[in-house]
């Protein structure tokens, strides 16, 4: 059950790792200090359950149908050799992730803020209920449980690393070059990921 862990980790990681509304505003509540864990909690909460809804539903459906296996295999492919494509394009040209210094104080506005950058960007439902959730239909059982924790637990690592580490990993994220090497890592990773479906396809 090891591989389809991993592949789950390395798949959530790859999407979730990028600069964007969500992750600024957790770095800037880590900066603060403020409602760190509970904030943490709902980003990587709110994403386990897409995972898992997604794993349940769609995953369960595709599993059914070795014509669905062979399309969402080969349309994950394309998928992530996009994404691999827009990581390379952002290692050449590299942005930084910088944060506020003032935030939302109250508990109340910081996680109505949270859900709103976790629930109304589309690309939430996009990687984690259709690409994910799609692509845990090429496993059965226990493996496809085992590829749905390791997804989830990406977002637990990530979002818990970067609210709790925002005070020693913002210089490093407000450098250009970090971006490159990660973004670099992630296409690498994308297009690796994007070669195995492929070759799945050509050979299942």
């Known amino acids: 059950m090891l591989a389809p862990a991993i592949a789950g980790l390395l798949l959530g990681g790859s999407l979730i790792v990028a600069i964007g509304a969500q992750n600024a505003f957790i770095l800037r509540q880590g900066l603060l200090r403020q409602h760190v864990f509970i904030l943490c909690l709902i980003c990587a909460l709110s994403d386990a359950v897409l995972i898992g809804l997604g794993v349940a539903g769609l995953g369960a459906i595709i599993s059914g149908s070795e014509r669905l296996i062979s399309v969402v295999t080969l349309g994950g492919a394309v998928f992530l050799a996009c994404y691999a494509v827009l990581a390379l394009r952002r290692a050449i040209a590299p942005s930084v992730l910088t944060a506020a210094k003032t935030g939302p104080s109250s508990l109340r506005s910081a996680v109505l803020t949270c859900l709103a950058f976790t629930f109304l ?38 979002f818990f690393g970067l609210g709790y580490g925002a005070r020693v990993l913002e210089p490093l994220f407000a450098r250009p070059s970090a971006w490159r090497v990660l973004d670099g890592l992630i296409a690498l990773v994308m297009a690796a990921l994007s070669i195995s479906l492929v070759h799945r396809f050509l050979t299942g």
């Open 121 to 158: 960007n589309p690309h939430v439902y996009l990687d984690t209920v259709l690409l994910v959730g799609g692509l845990s239909g090429r496993y059965e059982g226990t493996a496809r449980l085992a590829f749905a924790i390791g997804a989830m637990s990406a977002s637990f690592l990530w």
